[in-house]
């Protein structure tokens, strides 16, 4: 099970997610998130990681070729593009050089197809991004994506593994649902989750 720890926003989160055995890292740069963080944070958490550890910048506001070319400034392997952004910005970021995922919800009715728009994954979230809210899975059993895609939105420890068992998605990730309070991480909780969700 692939695992993804997401919008870290301190050298000790980071360290404590690569050491527990997260797949991948991630640092957001939202305008209206607790958890943005300018370039230089960014770059400090990110050059953490090892070559085992993927790293991905999320943002849902920014042109996505501007995007892509902070990632490549920062060091992230992955830019996450969540939201209403097109098959010609994924094509724009893709030229950039970062590798490229796609996140949204169900609430857009969008293409479940992995690759639809040139993404290498598709991410799953709640309507609400970043909020903790649980979704309803069971939407999930006659529409679900097939190959590469992360299911995200109201995921902690204590529900990761029923939410896997539902679902069968390739990975998970998680934010709010290992903090103590909103941009700032329980250590604790982030070990908990990823050996929750690699018992699965």
Not at 82 to 106: C, I, K, M, Q
Not at 168 to 186: F, I, L, R, Y
Request: proline share 5%; aromatic share 4%.
């Amino acid at each position: 099970m692939y695992v993804k720890i997401c919008g870290l926003t301190s050298i000790a989160a980071a360290e404590t997610a690569i050491a527990a055995g997260a797949d991948a890292i991630g640092v957001v740069m939202n305008k209206t998130s607790p958890r943005r963080l300018d370039i230089d944070a960014a770059r400090e958490i990110l050059s953490l990681a090892g070559t085992q550890t993927d790293t991905v910048l999320v943002v849902n506001d920014m042109p996505a070729a501007d995007a892509a070319e902070i990632a490549l400034k920062i060091g992230a392997g992955v830019v996450q593009l969540h939201g209403n952004y097109t098959r010609d910005d994924f094509a724009a970021a893709l030229e950039v050089g970062p590798r490229v995922w796609r996140a949204t919800s169900l609430k857009t009715n969008p293409n479940l197809t992995v690759g639809a728009f040139g993404e290498e994954i598709l991410l799953l979230d709640a309507p609400t991004p970043g909020s903790g809210e649980r979704w309803d899975l069971s939407a999930l059993a006659t529409a679900k994506p097939t190959g590469q895609w992360i299911l995200a939105g109201g995921l902690n420890p204590e529900n990761v593994v029923g939410a896997i068992q539902a679902v069968s998605p390739w990975g998970v990730d998680v934010s709010s649902g290992v903090e103590a309070s909103p941009g700032v991480k329980d250590l604790a909780k982030i070990r908990a989750f990823i050996a929750a969700a690699r018992s699965c």
